[in-house]
């Protein structure tokens, strides 16, 4: 089935530096969603951003959309050891008449002091 | 508070035994979902409901059951024919499908195999 693949897998990275996370998908899109999962918790929405928008601000969160290269980007601005997290995008996908996400495989974020 | 509540937070299964992860919701949402999380992996669909008493299966929804009695209650019960089940399940719903809202998850239950 249709899911996005992060890059990179696993990012270290010193706190007040910037974070990049990329995501590609395979099929068109009405949208792509990212999300945040604390270690043993559940995912938080962070952002959605819809097929025809090309970047989206959200506080520190600045996410881009490229439909014709299928991919997207996270950025997160001067990091904090609380933005330690792993980072999933999500497409929506048809299923019998309704959309639901389809999740990639996440982006380990590790940011220290 | 609004939120969805996931119990129990850990589960212990024997060999053979069913057992059932309760998923609970008061945002008054439509739809439900039951994922599956394995060990530095994504999340993987086992059932939907988009409405009471309506359910699909997702992609791995062999050795899952479900049931949508109330618009807000979700429950997922692992049955003995699912061969591998320890995981993290996950919960979650949404206003309507995908395509204009996100997902509001709950905590998780970890599941494990004794």
């Known amino acids: 089935s249709q899911q996005g693949e992060e890059d990179p897998q696993a990012l270290s990275i010193q706190e007040g530096e910037n974070a990049t996370m990329n995501c590609s998908y395979k099929?068109?899109?009405?949208?792509l969603q990212w999300y945040r999962q604390n270690s043993g918790r559940g995912l938080v929405h962070l952002i959605l951003?819809?097929?025809?928008?090309r970047e989206k601000h959200s506080g520190r969160l600045r996410v881009t959309l490229d439909t014709s290269k299928k991919s997207s980007s996270l950025l997160i601005t001067a990091s904090r050891a609380a933005d330690t997290a792993s980072y999933f995008c999500?497409?929506?996908?048809?299923?019998?008449?309704?959309?639901?996400?389809?999740f990639g495989t996440g982006t380990r974020l590790l940011v220290s002091p | 508070d609004g939120g969805i509540t996931q119990s129990p937070k850990y589960l212990f299964r024997k060999e053979g035994q069913n057992v059932t992860l309760s998923c609970e919701q008061n945002?008054?949402?439509?739809?439900m979902y039951w994922y599956r999380q394995d060990p530095g992996q994504g999340l993987r669909l086992i059932y939907y409901?988009?409405?009471?008493?309506?359910?699909q299966k997702g992609d791995i929804a062999e050795g899952y059951s479900v049931s949508r009695e109330k618009k807000e209650s979700f429950p997922l019960t692992v049955t003995s024919a699912q061969k591998n089940p320890t995981a993290f399940y996950l919960c979650?719903?949404?206003?309507?499908?995908?395509?204009?809202?996100?997902?509001?998850f709950g905590s998780g239950t970890r599941l494990t195999v004794v």
């Open positions: 999500a497409t929506d996908a048809w299923n019998t008449g309704f959309q639901k996400l389809v």
């Open positions: 945002l008054n949402h439509d739809a």
């Open positions: 979650a719903s949404s206003v309507g499908g995908a395509i204009n809202y996100g997902y509001t």
């Open positions: 951003i819809r097929s025809n928008e």
């Open positions: 409901s988009q409405i009471v008493n309506d359910f």
């Open positions: 099929t068109s899109i009405n949208n």
